[in-house]
């Protein structure tokens, strides 16, 4: 056996800090094979308890190295309707591959490369079987991984479902915040159409709170709402020189290059403007993934983060994809201000440096301002992405909806139950900024507790402790 696993090709760096496409080329038939052997085929695999959609990994695995490449998109399709997606964007280090065995000795099995090796040899994208047709419909709010998993499921399941979407395009964050170099447009979209064929319906532009309340979605006669509407809302850090121009939030800043298609400049009807310098405030994936957007638009980027490399909760590859590419990392320091010129422009950010304190509520080391250590730099565009929240706009039109810390909504953790009869909620919505397969997790769990529920109406699904 390989003790390293297989690595796919990149796109050289040179040539992708100038465009948008693809960086990973993903496994070679040839490898996945060698890949896929390299699984000891557990009897009592620990990797499958690492994945919230619970996919039969050791079967799948088998498939590939069996080059039964249908069947094992079978297998996966079974658990996940969106396998193109997780296997991309997943954080598998810490989901089903961080329990692999193998890991303990060697490196882990590439369980998130497989995934996607199986999903991409699809080309035909076989709709799963669908049972029999039921009479309760069910109304899912947002079309994020969460929704999509609920609506998949319950319509799989035989229920009719509509998504009520607000943007003008479905998908949530996978649409408009992921940039096209992680995960092509491409695989989204034939994964969702993946999802309309097996009979959901997904209406954009409808915003749920605003242009029609979920008092009116059930009176159009849906039995029991799911909702997955993220948590989209930018936070600041509420320092001055934050209204100058030029400075984003980092959702803005993404929505308009992957949603509104600003990176294709100049046949952009939307194009954006960038800076010479940059500065992206921030360690997660949003900040890395609008400093991979800025530096392809023509921008020398740095990236002020207030802890070190260490408590950067990005993924690992992307971290290391982004230094490849050059963008620079100033570890330990903290913007106190943004400076501006005459014009109203950014013109410059007062930077402070930090030095690690005690461990804060999030267990990671509180950074702590070390006095006397100002200083400015010159920047022409700042990207700020210290994290979001959830968007009051429809939890505001539900008075009675409980609501906790932030404004996420409040669900049994069992059952996804919200403290109002046939609502569900699940996804960032209830947890806060997550993952895509944290989301897939709870929109499935949802979906199973919305059957029970409409099979017996009787029947209040709530656990002990829920208040
Ligand atoms: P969302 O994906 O936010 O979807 C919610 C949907 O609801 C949106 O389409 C929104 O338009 C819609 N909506 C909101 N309000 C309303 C309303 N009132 N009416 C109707 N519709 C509404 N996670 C990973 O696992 N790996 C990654 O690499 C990763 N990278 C990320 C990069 C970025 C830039 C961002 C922002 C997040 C990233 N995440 C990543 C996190 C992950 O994308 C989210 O945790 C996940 O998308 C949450 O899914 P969701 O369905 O709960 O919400
Ligand atoms: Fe791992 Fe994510 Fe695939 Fe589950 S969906 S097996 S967690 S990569």
């Known amino acids: 056996m390989k003790k390293e696993r297989h690595q796919p090709q990149k796109q050289p760096v040179r040539q992708r800090i100038k465009n948008f496409n693809e960086v990973s080329y993903g496994l070679t038939e040839e490898d996945a094979i060698a890949e896929a052997l390299r699984c000891l085929q557990c009897k009592k695999p620990t990797c499958v308890r690492g994945c919230p959609v619970e996919i039969d990994i050791p079967g799948f695995i088998k498939k590939i190295a069996e080059r039964d490449f249908k069947s094992a998109i079978r297998i996966l399709k079974d658990k996940n309707v969106l396998p193109g997606i997780c296997g991309r964007v997943c954080p598998q280090e810490t989901q089903c591959e961080g329990l692999c065995i193998l890991g303990k000795k060697f490196q882990p099995v590439a369980i998130g490369l497989l995934e996607r090796f199986a999903a991409d040899m699809e080309k035909e994208k076989e709709v799963p079987e669908i049972s029999q047709k039921k009479n309760s419909s069910v109304a899912v709010i947002g079309s994020g991984p969460a929704g999509l998993t609920c609506a998949s499921e319950l319509a799989r399941n035989g229920y009719p479902v509509t998504i009520f979407e607000s943007l003008h395009l479905p998908g949530g964050v996978l649409t408009y915040g992921i940039p096209e170099f992680r995960l092509p447009k491409r695989i989204v979209g034939e994964e969702i159409e993946l999802v309309k064929k097996l009979g959901v319906e997904i209406l954009t532009d409808m915003i749920i709170g605003r242009t029609l309340t979920i008092e009116d979605i059930k009176h159009m006669g849906y039995k029991a709402v799911f909702i997955g509407v993220g948590a989209g809302l930018p936070s600041f850090m509420g320092i001055p020189g934050e209204n100058l121009l030029g400075v984003y939030s980092a959702n803005e800043f993404l929505t308009r290059v992957n949603l509104m298609k600003a990176y294709k400049f100049p046949d952009s ?24 957007c800025a530096l392809r638009l023509g921008g020398r980027v740095i990236v002020l983060y207030r802890r070190t490399e260490k408590e950067m909760p990005a993924r690992k590859e992307e971290y290391e994809n982004a230094r490849e590419e050059g963008i620079q990392f100033h570890f ?65 039109s539900m008075p009675d ?20 009869e046939g609502i569900f909620a699940g996804g960032d919505i209830t947890t806060g900024a997550a993952t895509v397969i944290s989301a897939m997790g709870a929109g499935k769990k949802a979906a199973s507790s919305i059957m029970k529920y409409l099979e017996n109406k009787k029947h209040k699904i709530r656990i002990n402790n829920f208040k």
């Open 269 to 292: 009807d939307t194009p954006i403007q960038i800076g010479r310098n940059v500065a992206v405030v921030g360690g997660g994936n949003v900040a890395l993934d609008a400093a991979r």
């Open 332 to 396: 330990l320091t903290q913007p106190i201000r943004f400076t501006g010129d005459e014009n109203g422009y950014l013109k410059g950010i007062e930077i402070q440096k930090m030095e690690l304190g005690e461990p804060d509520e999030s267990g990671r080391r509180r950074p702590v301002p070390v006095p006397g250590s100002e200083t400015i730099m010159e920047f022409e565009t700042a990207i700020v992405a210290i994290g979001q929240k959830p968007n009051p706009l429809l939890t505001s």
């Open 401 to 420: 909806l409980k609501l906790g810390p932030s404004g996420i909504i409040v669900v049994d953790p069992e059952t996804c139950q919200t403290n109002i």
